[in-house]
């Protein structure tokens, strides 16, 4: 591979040519669509734009690598309703992916052909969506940093940004170390086909080789040659190795300042961030804006002495707390640093700093009888946050047979792709092996009699757990992976293995049960519940403010024989607890609502002693929300945190199984 370059530069311009041929018609049909835009066409002319960018910024073409990239920026924008599509950005984006596909069919010309004016064109268009603010940012670069201080990546500050926002990155941004030889020559792959599956998986922000770890013409043969590449996912950092098929240790996750930290346990580091979250507000000048609540004020509306006395206090202690943050964040960078050594003494020393540290912010806090963040009356009567109608879910969004289908991420395990020829059938049995397993597959499509597999190179797997098992559902195609607000509905008579639809820009996605689908190709994967287990079973109380996840919890519980019990808010839930208290053993809480006063409901479930041995389920739709809800949980209240569609996650927390 290393040896055939002009090899793989053909192969990315042949794959270019397929991606971009269809484009044309595509932004045709998008201009007819107007607003209620498809976001799966959308999306895969991003895609496409997106894999020309990628391929050339790796194979040094950057001219064409600009021109890509400002047409990507362009469409993001139109899929984030952020921009109204209208003739000029059609016609712009006509005029530039058509200029982009004949400096791919002539390679040789790509240096000598204008590209200024259709930049030109496409800056301006940006610029007038583009806030103050936004502009600022627009002209600065960030650099990204190993931890030993070397910079591999000088990032455009804007792009960094915007990778890394909700919808696309989760904040997540990873900087990933190939090497060339072991992970991508002697695995008979090219760097263009790693880059091809990260466009799949992961928005694409850059990559390159490290030409300076390699050498010289005159310098012996390399053991190594890191291939860096820099990416922003919704995927958590724990399974994303899994996901991609690299070692964990060449994973580094990029914080705001471009510094890349390496995936390790580093449990003193994480309660030290924990505590910080917690205890003290991002900012001093946010914190000083401590006002006196409206019920403390006269009724003509002054304020008395006292009680500017007690926002000045505020005041102080806020002070004191970013005093000692300071000393803290010192503390934890270098505790960070000490964790990587073997020298357990010093990172003790530093402990005990961390400690003394902690003493005094306990100490400032008890020494003013003041609660930073009291909630109001109002809002304490109910569990129950103001939120959009659309429920936000982190989903994998599949293609099989030509039908849309999606599949909560935080089920699956990790993709694999299968040639044809590499998937065997055999018996009525389908299957193929992975790094010299068997691993049982399904076709979901065939299965729910929705259609047949299309023929494709490649097919992709999504591979679930049940149990000590991992089956693999095949698609034939990844859409994306995204956290998006979706109206959820149930759809009526729709067969065992369809939970419902997701609607997406009005358009509709099935979203799979994918346990219902395992357990019906392989029944014996199903929890299976002993007589003397169920006998001695409690109910479940279900809180959700959403009627599908609320309708689903519970038909799953009562699959089981479990008694089930439905709350939509604070008051219902106790209200439940109160009368049947005796028979619920179980409580599955959505981490939908506002995580202070979920664990202030949490408290005082767990403060009255009969209720002591209930055990607290936090079920989740969003990826990273277990992280978000730890935080805070610093007493950890939570006993378990869940996937809203974990059937047999939850039956076995239920009953006890696990």
């Known amino acids: 591979m290393l040896g055939s370059e002009d090899e793989v530069l053909s192969q990315f311009f042949e794959e270019s040519k397929e991606r971009l041929a269809s484009i044309e018609d595509d932004l045709l049909e998008l201009e007819q669509q107007g607003d209620e835009f498809d976001y799966e066409l959308v999306n895969c002319i991003f895609t496409a734009i997106q894999s020309v960018k990628g391929g050339s910024v790796f194979f040094g073409l950057y001219k064409l690598g600009e021109l890509a990239n400002n047409l990507s920026l362009l469409v993001d924008r139109i899929r984030r309703n952020e921009i109204a599509l209208n003739a ?9 992916t058509n200029l982009l ?15 200024t004016d259709i930049l030109q064109m496409i800056d301006n268009l940006l610029s007038v969506n583009l806030s103050v603010e936004e502009k600022l940012v627009s002209s600065a670069y960030i650099d990204i940093r190993l931890p030993d201080g070397k910079t591999v990546f000088s990032i455009n500050k804007y792009d960094f940004l915007r990778a890394a926002e909700d919808d696309r990155g989760g904040s997540n941004v990873y900087l990933i170390c190939y ?10 792959r090219t760097p263009w086909e790693v880059i091809s599956e990260l466009l799949q998986l992961c928005v694409f922000i850059d990559s390159k080789v490290d030409i300076d770890a390699i050498g010289t013409l005159d310098s012996a043969t390399p053991d190594s040659m890191p291939f860096y590449v820099l990416i922003s996912t919704i995927i958590d950092k724990n399974i994303l190795g899994d996901f991609l098929g690299i070692a964990r240790e060449n994973v580094y996750i990029v914080n705001k300042d471009g510094e890349a930290e390496p995936i390790i346990e580093q449990p003193h580091v994480d309660i030290v961030e924990s505590i910080m979250d917690y205890l003290l507000p991002d900012s001093q000048e946010e914190s000083a804006e401590v006002e006196v609540e409206a019920d403390d004020r006269r009724a003509d509306g002054s304020v008395t002495d006292e009680e500017r006395d007690t926002v000045q206090i505020k005041r102080e202690v806020i002070a004191r707390l970013h005093q000692h943050a300071v000393e803290l964040q010192e503390a934890k960078q270098s505790l960070f640093k000490q964790c990587e050594c073997v020298n357990q003494a010093e990172v003790e020393r530093v402990c005990t700093i961390i400690s003394s540290i902690l003493q005094q912010l306990k100490f400032t806090l008890e020494s003013k009888d003041i609660s930073l963040n009291q909630p109001s009356d109002s809002i304490d009567s109910s569990l129950v946050e103001q939120v959009e109608e659309a429920d936000k879910q982190s989903i994998i969004m599949l293609k099989g047979g030509g039908r849309r289908m999606a599949i909560p991420l935080g089920l699956v395990v990790r993709i694999e792709r299968f040639a044809y020829a590499e998937i065997i059938y055999n018996n009525g049995a389908c299957y193929a092996f992975c790094q010299g397993k068997r691993l049982d597959l399904i076709v979901p499509v065939e299965l729910l009699g929705l259609g047949e597999l299309e023929n494709v190179q490649e097919y992709i797997v999504a591979v679930i757990r049940s149990g000590e098992h991992e089956v693999g559902l095949i698609f034939d195609s990844i859409i994306a992976i995204l956290n998006t607000k979706a109206h959820i509905k149930k759809i009526s008579d729709s067969p ?6 997701l609607i997406i820009n009005k358009r509709e996605i099935l979203l799979l049960d994918v346990y219902s689908i395992i357990y019906a190709e392989f029944p014996e994967l199903g929890v299976v519940v002993a007589d003397s287990v169920l006998s001695r079973a409690t109910g479940v109380l279900i809180i959700d403010e959403s009627d599908f996840f609320l309708e689903f919890l519970r038909n799953t519980c009562r699959k089981y024989g479990l008694v089930a019990y439905c709350a939509r808010n604070r008051s219902e839930a106790l209200e439940v607890l109160q009368e049947y208290s005796d028979g619920i053993g179980t409580i599955l809480i959505a981490s939908d609502f506002q995580v202070d006063l979920l664990l202030k409901f949490i408290t005082d479930i767990k403060g009255i002693s009969e209720y002591q041995s209930i055990e607290i ?24 945190y869940l996937f809203k569609l974990d059937a047999p996650g939850i039956i076995a927390s239920c009953l006890r199984l696990s």
């Open 88 to 96: 000029d950005i059609i016609g712009a984006l006509l005029e530039g």
């Open 101 to 115: 596909y004949k400096m791919i069919k002539r390679p040789e010309c790509i240096d000598k052909m204008n590209t």
């Open 179 to 188: 090497d060339l030889i072991k992970d991508i020559e002697e695995k008979n």
């Open 496 to 501: 065992a293995g369809i939970a419902g639809s």
């Open 617 to 640: 389920v936090v079920t989740m739709a969003l990826m990273g929300e277990e992280k978000r809800i730890s935080r805070e949980d610093t007493e950890h209240k939570v006993d378990q």
